[in-house]
Nanobody
Framework: QVQLVESGGGLVQAGGSLRLSCTAS????????MGWFRQAPGKEREFVAL???????YYSDSVKGRFTISRDSAKNTVYLQMNSLKLEDTAVYYC???????????????????WGQGTQVTVSS
């Protein structure tokens, strides 16, 4: 069993930056693919970014070039650096984990084994 705890959300003006963190506990972190998803009110939960166990990254088109996903295996933590934030980035952001040594692009929520509780990101004008 893996527990995921997100932090770092908050209120930020458009054009600003935030860094989200997701800390894992319970099992070995290094062999997990770690993803970030988000869900805005009235919308489906959508893929944002993924980092594989060996550091390969994937991004949705809507965040590519603005967001950066990274991981620190020594700290069992994955980060999402969000720059040039837009109003449409407002959502609850969720961290997810998949137990795999594959570097495939897991972009669907049902491909993940564990989820955090979410952290709110609100971008204001």
């Amino acid at each position: 069993q893996v527990q995921l705890v997100e932090s770092g959300g908050g209120l930020v003006q458009a054009g600003g930056s935030l860094r989200l963190s997701c800390t894992a506990s319970g099992r070995t972190f290094s062999n997990y693919a770690m993803g970030w998803f988000r869900q805005a009110p009235g919308k489906e939960r959508e893929f944002v970014a993924l980092i594989s166990w060996n550091g390969i990254t994937y991004y949705s088109d809507s965040v590519k070039g603005r967001f950066t996903i990274s991981r620190d295996s020594a700290k069992n933590t994955v980060y999402l650096q969000m720059n040039s934030l837009k109003l449409e980035d407002t959502a609850v952001y969720y961290c997810a984990a998949r137990d795999t040594y594959s570097s495939a692009w897991y972009r669907h929520r049902n491909e993940y084994d564990y989820w955090g509780q979410g952290t709110q990101v609100t971008v204001s004008s």
